[in-house]
């Protein structure tokens, strides 16, 4: 059973950065492509980038792309926020599956506490 465990959220003003972590306990091929999601309050979950470690290949929501950036180096992967908003405050999730369709399907085999990112006007 793969544990995910995030650190790195916390409350920024508008217009700083914050980088998230999440390490997974081992490497399985259920948990070939990592990623994260978001979700606030009363709104829908938003799948936010992933990572699949067979093509490398990175995959972001369209209209964060520019301002987050999801990294991996081995089980760890690290999404960098800049430029943030008060529209993306949320609890950040961890996710891991063996396909990054399944994540972006909202399908996860694992998935992280979260942590709390909170951007002030």
């Not at 990294?71 to 960098?80: A, E, H, I």
Request: aromatic residues 10%; glycine residues 10%.
């Amino acid at each position: 059973q793969v544990q995910l465990v995030e650190s790195g959220g916390g409350s920024v003003q508008a217009g700083g950065s914050l980088r998230l972590s999440c390490t997974a306990s081992e490497y399985s091929i259920d948990s070939a492509c990592m990623g994260w999601f978001r979700q606030a309050p009363g709104q829908e979950r938003e799948t936010v980038a992933s990572h699949y470690t067979g093509s490398g290949a990175t995959t972001y929501a369209g209209s964060l792309k520019g301002r987050f950036t999801l990294s991996r180096d081995k089980n760890t992967v690290y999404l960098q926020l800049n430029s943030l908003k008060p529209e993306d405050t949320a609890m950040y999730y961890c996710v891991a599956d063996r396909t990054c369709a399944r994540i972006w399907s909202r399908i996860y085999n694992y998935r992280g506490q979260g942590t709390q990112v909170t951007v002030s006007s």
